[in-house]
């Protein structure tokens, strides 16, 4: 089972990351903020722009 949590673990972090790279992204027109959530079980994951 600690092969599976390690794997998960993994796409976790890799999905984490892509999401942070789109979010620090430059908006071109406008002033527009990106920001990444993350739920507390890491099980949930949402790229939310603003402006």
Not at 3 to 16: G, H, P, Q
Request: aromatic share 14%.
């Amino acid at each position: 089972m600690a092969t599976t949590d390690n794997t998960l673990d993994s796409w976790r972090k890799t999905l984490e990351t892509l999401l942070q790279y789109y979010a620090d992204l430059p908006y071109r027109y406008g002033n527009v903020s990106a920001y990444v959530v993350v739920s507390r079980d890491r099980n949930h994951f949402m790229l939310m722009r603003e402006g």
